[in-house]
Structure formats: C-alpha cells, structure tokens
C-alpha cells in the first residue's frame, strides 16, 4: 500500500497546477495519469504554441448552467497570475487578436515549466498508470491501480473531458463523479467544426479552403471572426465559437460583408449610371468562388444600373443575412473542448470540493464550465487547479 496525502487523477493542465500548489503547502502529491507523457493537450494546443491564457478574460466568457460559479476561481488566481509564473521562467510570449497569448516558441516551454514546479514541489507522477477500483473506507480513499493500492487523504479529479479521444481522453471522470452521488450536466462537443446537409455540402465543398471574415448568429449570440469553408463543412475560429451556443436543428445566420453597407453600395453605383456587371462591384468585397457559390448567374451578370430595388435586396439577404442550419457538428473528434460535465452545484466554488464529500475534488474540463476559444480553457485549468490545491 503506498500512502500520501494527495492524489490527482489527471496530468494535464488543472491538475499539474494543483500538484504544484498542494506540493508547495508540503502536502504529499502523485499525479496518476494513464497517459505515458504529461500534458499531451499541452504540447498540442495553439498549433504547437499553446495559447495558454487571454488578458482579457471576464466570467462571460464561459458556459456553464452555474454561470456564477467560475467567478471565484477566476478572481483568486487571475491571468495575470499565471502570467507572472511565465515570466519568472523568461519564457517567451506574444499577443494576437483579442487578447489571446500565445508562446513565442513551443507550447514545450509552458509544460517544462510545469514539470519543473512539480519537480520543486516534490510532487510524483506515476504514468502508464489505469485505475480499477476506487473507494472511500474510514476517511481515506483506496486506490486499485494495475497490482498497486494507494491510499490517500484526498482524490483531486483532473481526468479532462471527451474532446479528441485519440490524446486519450475518456469518459472516466463523470463515471467516477456519479459512483461518488454527484449529478452530471449532459455533455456535448464545443468549439467544433460544423457538418453540412447532404445539399449544401455538395455546393459549399466546391469553397473548401477560402476564408473569409464574418459575423455569425444563432439566437442572440454573435461572434465576429474568420469563417473557413472545408471539404466537410464549416470551420475556423467563428465557427468554433458559435458551435458552444448551437442546439440541433437551429439555423445560423452569417453576414459575409460586415464592414459594408451593400444595399447602399449597389444603390449608389445605379444612381451613378455604372454599366458594371453586379459581379465585378461585389468582387472587391468577396472572393469570386464565394460568389458563384452563393448568388444565381442571372445576378450577377446583371448590370448595376438594371437592378431593381427587389433584386437588390435579394443579394443583400444572400450575403449578409445567409441562412444555413448545419447537419451536426464532427464531435469529439475535433471538439476542442467538452461542454456539460460535473454539475457545479454540486461542488464548493471556493475549494472545488463536492458538497457531499469534502475530500474529492473537480476541476478544469471535467467541470461544467466551458471557455470561449481564445486562451479562456487553458485560464479556467489553472485557475481551478490552483484553488483546490489551496485545500486539497
């Protein structure tokens, strides 16, 4: 039987944090993970580059069915936090579109970092390592792993969500919160590519690799970002943001020219007399692929000056107001993150503990708690990692 104090199922971004911070109190940590290497998801992310917090990050821009939960952790450890560890290691960083902070060399740094706060911390990491029984006896839980038992004082559940299952993500975690009693908010894809109907497929494919700069909607949720067309469907960072708020069956609606009046554009090229083909004025708004795609011949043969008022219209709600409903999402293949997880009415927003046993704790993706795409996941991992290594 090995004993400790502390054990964190789950070596990626949360549960490092934890490690280091429940090491630091001169608690006795091992991380168990049955992955063979420590923050795969790390080394993945950003294109290699990790794009490992925002600076401007606010409780809105997370999901959650408790939407107030997130705020406490977010306060108590803040970007600006894990920004001064980043700089007490000289690692390297810039900033891009929206706040986003990306590392200037390798998402390796950022995990080198974290090993080396472990290593101080005098934290153990048992890898290769799947667990097969988990209980709670006298105050203590009990651990089967392969021929090993462990005890310990406290279990932290670091263990991720569905997102990307060939990084070897699993469903263990919310299996392990309800053998424990605690509720689980039904979970979904985010931040995932769009699938397409068999029709639009067929003619939007043609579009495969254009991007273009949008605005997207569903309900009363609106991103602005680039809209990239795919041989599946459709991608790139707008979408990714949107798929977070989509339910199937919803339309989305897609303003292809958001910085350009086009009713007013086509109308003061008539009242001029341009003899201009609809098309050549609309090229130096979009690309000419886009606009085969989307607009019928007949238009955009048309002369400026022979359009009416009616079929003017008809190519503004064609480009700025674009209805399609998506087919689904491509899942957890791709998804980035997982939305839905352990209900956060169940845990203590101060510790990350469960409310019916103080000893097991919940954090990063596993939880309720889902980040827009920018930098914000990566922030809710430290941020909850740090506060339930506070008390863990």
Same mark, same amino acid.
């Given at each position: ?24 109190? +001169?608690?006795?940590? !091992?991380?168990?993970?049955? &992955?063979?290497?420590? %923050?795969? *998801?790390?080394?993945?992310?950003? @294109? ?8 401007y990050l606010e409780p809105q821009h997370y999901l ?95 263990? +991720?969500?569905?997102? !990307?299952?060939?990084?070897? &993500?699993?469903?263990? %975690?919310? *299996?392990?919160?309800?053998?424990? @009693? ?120 048309? &002369? ?89």
């Open positions: 039987m090995i004993n400790t104090d502390v054990i964190i199922l789950g070596a990626g971004a949360s549960g490092l944090m934890c490690a280091i911070e429940a090491g630091k109190r +001169g608690r006795r940590v !091992i991380i168990i993970d049955h &992955a063979n290497k420590a %923050g795969k *998801k790390i080394l993945m992310s950003g @294109g290699g580059k990790c794009n490992f917090t925002n600076k959650s069915n408790n939407p107030h939960f997130c705020k406490s952790a977010l306060q108590r450890f803040t970007q600006w936090d894990f920004l001064a560890l980043i700089e007490d290691y000289q690692i390297s960083y810039h900033e891009r579109a929206h706040g986003q902070l990306f590392c200037t060399n390798s998402a390796k740094d950022i995990l080198a970092m974290l090993v080396s706060e472990c290593e101080k911390a005098k934290v153990l990491m048992h890898l290769n390592s799947s667990i097969q029984a988990i209980d709670f006896i006298a105050d203590r839980f009990v651990l089967t792993v392969g021929e090993r038992q462990y005890s310990s004082q406290s279990v932290v559940v670091a263990t +991720g969500g569905l997102s !990307i299952p060939k990084m070897g &993500a699993t469903p263990y %975690g919310y *299996k392990l919160a309800e053998h424990f @009693g605690l509720p689980i908010v039904p979970t979904r894809a985010g931040l995932v590519p769009f699938t397409l109907q068999s029709e639009d497929k067929e003619r939007l494919s043609l579009l495969s690799g254009i991007a273009v700069d949008t605005i997207v909607s569903v309900g009363k949720c609106t991103f602005r970002e680039n809209l990239l067309f795919t041989h599946r469907g459709l991608s790139g960072p707008v979408i990714l943001q949107i798929s977070s708020y989509w339910t199937p069956g919803q339309a989305i609606t897609i303003n292809f020219c958001p910085d350009t009046n086009l009713t007013e554009l086509l109308k003061n090229n008539r009242q001029q007399k341009n003899k201009q083909l609809v098309k050549t004025v609309l090229e130096t708004c979009l690309p000419k692929r886009l606009l085969t795609q989307l607009l019928p011949e007949a238009v955009l043969s048309s &002369a400026i000056v022979d359009c009416s008022d009616k079929s003017i219209q008809q190519i503004t709600i064609l480009l700025q107001q674009f209805q399609l409903k998506p087919n689904g999402t491509e899942g957890y293949r791709t998804a980035e993150v997982t939305l839905g997880g352990v209900d956060c009415n169940a845990l203590s927003s101060k510790t990350m503990a469960a409310q019916c046993l103080p000893s097991l704790y919940f954090i990063g993706e596993v939880v309720d708690v889902t980040g827009w795409l920018g930098g914000y996941n990566f922030q809710w991992a430290w941020s909850s990692g740090w506060c339930a290594g506070q008390y863990a």
